[in-house]
């Protein structure tokens, strides 16, 4: 691959990994292809998309600043703590994961990615229900239903373990996982889930750098195109009907987890 064509693909695959977080979510799917398919080590591709990614998820966290509200059960103080303990773990096991093995389980953390984000909408509606109901079968209390701290931060510190170490769908299991928490209002729902993605990453990203993991000329560059990205996939949004985006997404991931599986 020569020269523009390398840094064509990173720009054009950054654009849009932006774009798709602004209006859906999914990007990943792009930026760690392309840097790997650019001859990036999978480890570093995984640890430098994730780089150029972080912007998207400060500036989601500012967005939803006045409607911020931990779930049910866990203060903000926690819900920051454990962001920044799982995030950091996540990084640290991706620092140890040999390339050759991280190369065996891409494809498979890509195919489990793209299952959250295709019954994205079905597990939140699922979780949702449950929070309503309290979890009980036919229960008919409209009392706000109690959540145990201790399972709360449990499933906390799992979804930031997993967003510290792979990205991929971190979203839609933060969502899933508020609503099992018993929180209802979706704003505060995406408001936390954009503070939790920001501070987990922030973490993971310092302990990358720390490890040597980050090709800062491409995440740079990558991060000013996802950016732009981001702000256009936001202008054009209404534009475009939500399923189609969705199965595209999905039809992405699914290419992108059978080239991995070719070529592990």
């Known amino acids: 691959m020569d020269f523009f064509s390398h840094w064509g693909l990173l720009l054009i ?19 760690l292809p392309a840097l790997v398919f650019t001859g990036v080590p999978p480890v570093v591709a995984n640890a430098t998309g994730t780089v150029a990614l972080l912007p998207g998820y400060i500036a989601g966290a500012w967005g939803f600043r006045e409607d911020m509200q931990a779930p049910p059960g866990l203060s903000m103080r926690t819900m920051v703590i454990i962001s920044l303990i799982g995030g950091m773990c996540g990084a640290a096991l991706l620092l140890y994961t040999p390339d050759a093995t991280f190369r065996k389980v891409v494809p498979w953390l ?3 990615a793209t299952a959250m984000f295709a019954f994205g909408p079905k597990l939140r509606a699922w979780a949702a229900g449950r929070s309503a109901t309290g979890g009980g079968a036919g229960a008919q209390s409209t009392e706000p239903p109690k ?15 997993y967003g510290g170490y ?12 508020f609503g099992l928490l018993g929180q209802t209002n979706l704003h505060a729902m995406n408001g936390m889930k954009n503070l939790v993605s920001a501070l987990l990453t922030a973490i993971a ?3 990358y750098a720390m490890g040597g993991l980050v090709q800062w000329e491409q995440a740079l560059v990558m991060m000013v195109a996802a950016t732009l990205g981001g702000y256009s996939g936001a202008r054009v949004a209404r534009k475009i009907p939500p399923n189609w985006l969705r199965w595209g997404i999905v039809a992405t991931g699914l290419i992108m987890a059978a080239l991995f599986f070719a070529r592990s």
């Open 166 to 177: 792979f990205n991929g769908g971190l979203g839609i299991l933060l969502l899933a996982l």
């Open 13 to 31: 695959a950054a654009f849009v990994a932006g774009a798709l977080n602004a209006v859906a979510g999914g990007g990943s799917f792009l930026t």
């Open 110 to 112: 890509l195919l489990a």
């Open 147 to 161: 959540s145990s701290p201790v399972k709360g931060i449990i499933g906390m510190l799992v979804v930031a373990v």
């Open 205 to 207: 990203v310092a302990i």
